[in-house]
C-alpha cells in the first residue's frame, strides 16, 4: 500500500510538470501594471464599485519615488549641536582652547591666560550671555522675514509632486458621460484585440507601455501553446476614482466590474482554463489618459485586492 501511494503521487506529478503551465488569463489579469503620472504609487480613492484598495503597482515605466538617505535600522544623520550651528559660538570657542593651549606651551597652564579656573568660569559665563543677546539682536533686527510662497515653499511643492505628494493639488477633470462610454468601449475593444493577438489594434487603444505588456503576455501564453479567448464583454457596474490634469495630459482612473465568456485552450482546441459556456466576473481598476481635447487611451490596470 505504501509503494502504491508513493506510485500515484509521483503520477501527479508527473502529469503536473508535463501539462502545459498556465498564465493568468483576459488582458492584463493577475498583476498591476502601467502609470498613473504623479500618482502611479499612490493608491486610487475606493469606490462603490471596487470598495477594497487597488493594489499597488508591480511594474511600471515611471521610477518609482526617491528612497531616504538612510536605510531603515541605521541611525539617523546626528543633528548639529549649538556650537556647530552657531560659527562665531565655535570659532570663539577654539580660539579659548588655542589660548589655553598656548598657556601650557609657555609654562602657564591651560588657563593661566585667564587667571585660573574661577577665572574661566566667569569668563565662559560672560562669552555665552553675550553671544546669546548677540544671536537675539542679529535674528531681530537684521534676518529677513521669509515671505509665504517663497522659494522655499516651491522647492517643497515640486518635491512633492515628484512623489505623488501634491498630486491631490492638481486640478480636476470633469467626466462626463461620453467619456464613460469611451470607457467601456476601450473595455471591450482591448478584450477583443487581446483574444484575436491583435498588435496594431492594442496600439490604438493603449499607450505603448501597455501594449509591451500585454505582448509579453501573448508571446509567454504562446510558447506555452496555449491562447486565451475572452469574449461577450459586458461591463456590469463602474464609477470615477479620480480624474485630474497635469502638463500636457488628464486622467481618470475608473473601477470596473465586467462580464465576460473567458477560456484558454491549448493547441488541440481543448478548454485548459475557464469555461466557454459559462460567464465569469472581474472588478478592475482602469486608468485611462489624453491630451487635452484628445481621445482616451488605456495606461494603467490595477488588480482589486
Do not use: C, K
Not at 173 to 187: M, R, S, T
Not at 277 to 289: D, H, K, M
Amino acid at each position: 500500500m505504501r509503494h502504491t501511494g508513493l506510485f500515484f503521487a509521483f503520477l501527479l506529478a508527473a502529469t503536473l510538470a508535463l501539462s502545459p503551465t498556465l498564465v493568468d488569463a483576459a488582458a492584463g489579469s493577475g498583476t498591476s501594471s502601467g502609470s498613473r503620472g504623479t500618482r502611479t504609487y499612490s493608491a486610487p480613492p475606493p469606490t462603490a464599485t471596487a470598495p477594497s484598495t487597488a493594489a499597488p503597482m508591480q511594474r511600471s515605466a515611471t521610477p518609482a519615488p526617491a528612497s531616504p538617505s538612510y536605510a531603515p535600522g541605521m541611525a539617523a544623520p546626528a543633528r548639529p549641536g549649538f556650537f556647530s550651528r552657531s560659527p562665531f559660538m565655535s570659532g570663539l570657542l577654539g580660539g579659548m582652547i588655542g589660548a589655553g593651549i598656548g598657556g601650557m606651551l609657555f609654562g602657564g597652564g591651560f588657563f593661566h591666560g585667564i587667571s585660573g579656573f574661577g577665572g574661566f568660569l566667569g569668563f565662559l559665563i560672560q562669552v555665552v550671555i553675550v553671544v546669546l543677546i548677540a544671536r537675539w539682536l542679529f535674528g531681530r533686527f537684521f534676518r529677513r522675514p521669509a515671505m509665504a510662497g517663497g522659494p522655499e515653499m516651491m522647492d517643497r511643492t515640486a518635491m512633492g509632486g515628484m512623489q505623488g505628494g501634491s498630486a491631490q493639488m492638481a486640478p480636476p477633470v470633469a467626466i462626463g458621460p461620453q467619456d464613460y462610454a469611451a470607457f467601456e468601449q476601450i473595455l471591450q475593444g482591448v478584450q477583443t484585440a487581446w483574444s484575436a493577438q491583435d498588435i496594431h489594434g492594442l496600439q490604438n487603444l493603449a499607450t505603448p507601455e501597455m501594449v509591451g505588456y500585454f505582448n509579453e503576455q501573448l508571446s509567454e501564453m504562446s510558447s506555452r501553446g496555449v491562447r486565451n479567448t475572452v469574449t461577450a464583454v459586458h461591463l456590469e457596474q463602474g464609477d470615477l476614482s479620480e480624474a485630474w490634469a497635469e502638463p500636457g495630459r488628464e486622467y481618470a482612473t475608473v473601477a470596473m466590474r465586467f462580464s465576460m465568456i473567458d477560456a484558454t485552450y491549448d493547441s488541440t482546441g481543448r478548454v485548459v482554463q475557464g469555461n466557454a459556456n459559462a460567464r465569469t466576473q472581474s472588478t478592475e481598476v482602469w486608468t485611462f489618459l489624453r491630451a487635452p481635447g484628445g481621445r482616451w487611451i488605456l495606461s494603467a490596470i490595477q488588480q482589486t485586492q
